[in-house]
């Protein structure tokens, strides 16, 4: 149960397909947690209404583990979106840099104030921008890290049931 399948986490794939990766890697555990229930199930000792408590308990947990999984994805999403955004604003202001850059070549003095005033609006939306994205991230690791603490508590859980049906 401790095997991590997205240990290969090299520089070569983005941001969002790591946590997708993880994303997945949850929901592997969630289908073996699954298959070990079913097949505790098959048992039916007379310990069946403490088995479908636990049942509904994990079934309730896991409609909010999905439940977060589909917040933190749409959180995901929206940054995606800002970070496009962000990309498109930096390549306008490099395409205006280049024009300035020109204008300064030939003379125009007045552009490096202009130049200035430019880069501190942008420097402005960039770290805007910045502290978006990063308190953004901040929710991010915080739901990631609520949803492994439940994760764990589950597997604890579920490990005592499966030592209580061994012990009978």
Known sequence: MSEENTAESNGSRS?????????????????????????????????????????????????????????????????NSGLTEVRSGLAEVKIGLSNLRTDMETGFASVRDDMESGFTSVRNDVEHEGRKIARKLDALAESWLDLKADQRYLDRRLAALEERTNQN
Not at 50 to 76: D, F, H, K, M
């Open 15 to 79: 941001f969002q397909e790591r946590v997708f990766a993880r994303f997945d890697a949850v929901d592997n555990r969630l289908n073996v947690m699954d298959t070990r229930i079913e097949k505790l199930e098959m048992h039916e000792y007379d310990t069946k209404p403490i088995w479908e408590q636990a049942l509904a308990a994990i079934l309730e947990t896991r409609a909010e583990l999905n439940s977060g999984l589909t917040e933190v994805r749409s959180s995901l999403t929206e940054t």
